[in-house]
């Protein structure tokens, strides 16, 4: 029986990794650097490694060029964005949300959109019968491994929520049966922080790990 060697991952490799995930940001203010498309095709490579339902591998991608689109996306995630503030009824709150700065979609030079192809053929089935939300899972699993090989590379993302998804797959001419996941702004963070901007402005500290943990 033959196969490739098994790689050693040592307290080095640990620490290092440990440090990676404390490291991953959720960034929203870039610099005007540009990534070279090498990288971002290298990102999009190990994105592509993630595990996946049946190995349907369903994640599909978009790249975002075309600044007329651009400029729509944001015109619309900026209105949203205003209407996601007037839903807090608590002035108080409605006020800390407005200071907030929740994307990057000016500044980021690479905007990629991710969908779930969920009638993808690959993987014929497997595992998806009784749970078909697996196939999205594994799209987020996707965008997950390229946040980390992003960020060993000094690189930010961030993932923009505050968004009407039929109206964002429409602006992208995407096929009907392509179901969106994530829309990811990609660039060279303009500031370093190994905490989290929400925690840093007071918005929402990390819970303990303890409260989310049940024993049965």
């Not at 540009?34 to 595990?51: F, T, V």
């Not at 697996?134 to 997950?144: D, G, I």
Request: with cysteine; charged share 25%.
């Amino acid at each position: 029986m033959t196969g490739s060697k098994r790689p050693v991952f040592g307290d080095d490799f640990r620490m290092q990794l440990d440090s990676l995930l404390i490291w991953r940001r959720d960034v929203r203010r870039f610099d005007n650097r540009p990534i070279d498309a090498k990288i971002i095709q290298e990102l999009l490579d190990s994105a592509c490694l993630a595990p996946s339902v049946g190995n349907a591998q369903p994640w599909r991608f978009v790249s975002v060029q075309s600044e007329a689109v651009r400029l729509s996306i944001t015109t619309h995630v900026d209105a949203e964005n205003r209407k996601a503030a007037n839903a807090y009824a608590d002035q108080q709150i409605q006020s800390e949300y407005q200071k907030l700065k929740l994307h990057g979609l000016r500044e980021a030079p690479v905007h990629l959109a991710v969908f779930c192809d969920d009638d993808a053929a690959d993987g014929r089935g497997l595992g998806r019968q009784t749970m078909p939300e697996t196939m999205a899972y594994s799209v987020v699993m996707a965008v997950h491994n390229l946040w980390l090989t992003a960020r060993a590379r000094d690189i930010g993302l961030g993932w923009v929520s505050i968004l009407e998804p039929n109206k964002v797959s429409a602006m992208l001419d995407v096929p009907d049966d392509w179901r969106f996941i994530a829309y990811l702004c990609i660039g060279y963070p303009a500031q370093e922080s190994d905490e989290p901007e929400l925690v840093k402005l007071g918005w929402q500290d990390r819970i303990d790990r303890s409260k989310t943990q049940l024993v049965r």
